[in-house]
């Protein structure tokens, strides 16, 4: 897998935190810059943390007893690979379709606590996105600073966005990071069985 397809694959994964902080940037009364690098610390932090977690230990220590070198096991894995990022993806679209309503009410600030509590439902998606490179065999730390500056951006840009265009832009944001992941499923399989 060519490096900007693992670009494009975390950011197709970053557009469900950022969509989560297009909702809370919904309801700021004022942005606080200094709250705002706080909150993409924590929030970009946590997603990048799972991320690289999951990658390392499937990696390092349970994918040594499946990832081996067996041309059948390495198909196996690829599919369950394509597996993964295509059911991220169907699921953001699904949350893109269904629109859940939010109720906006204007807050003084964010707090952290809640950021945090959000940071840890939303990294699901990254623990499976970690678990998927692995299949891959894709060791993630080589692309530690780019795949850091996309999850702390988006945070960040979600909650401009939330503040500037409202809650509506989750669906967008769902819509395009779950084509996203789905489109880069898609070429990886078609890789797989035609190499």
């Not at 949350?95 to 606590?113: G, P, W, Y």
Request: with cysteine; aromatic share 12%.
């Amino acid at each position: 897998m060519k490096f900007i397809e693992i670009l494009l694959l975390t950011l197709g994964i970053s557009f469900d935190a950022f969509a989560v902080m297009t909702c809370k940037g919904a309801m700021l009364q004022q942005i606080k810059k200094a709250r705002l690098v706080q909150i993409g610390i924590i929030f970009g932090g946590w997603q990048v943390l799972v991320l690289l977690l999951s990658n390392f230990i499937f990696t390092h220590y349970i994918g040594d007893i499946i990832l081996s070198d067996s041309i059948n096991i390495g198909i196996l894995c690829k599919i369950l690979s394509v597996s993964i990022f295509c059911g991220l993806g169907v699921y953001m679209i699904a949350k893109a379709v269904k629109n859940k309503f939010i109720q906006e009410r204007r807050k003084e600030d964010l707090l952290l606590k809640e950021i945090f509590i959000l940071a840890v439902i939303t990294s699901i998606d990254a623990l499976l996105a970690g678990v998927g490179f692995a299949f891959l065999k894709i060791d993630l730390f080589n692309s530690l600073i780019p795949i850091i500056l996309i999850n702390f951006f988006s945070v960040i840009f979600g909650v401009y966005t939330g503040y500037y265009y409202g809650y509506e832009q989750k669906t967008k944001a769902y819509t395009v990071g779950g084509t996203m992941l789905v489109c880069i499923s898609i070429r990886v399989l078609l890789n797989t069985l035609l190499s």
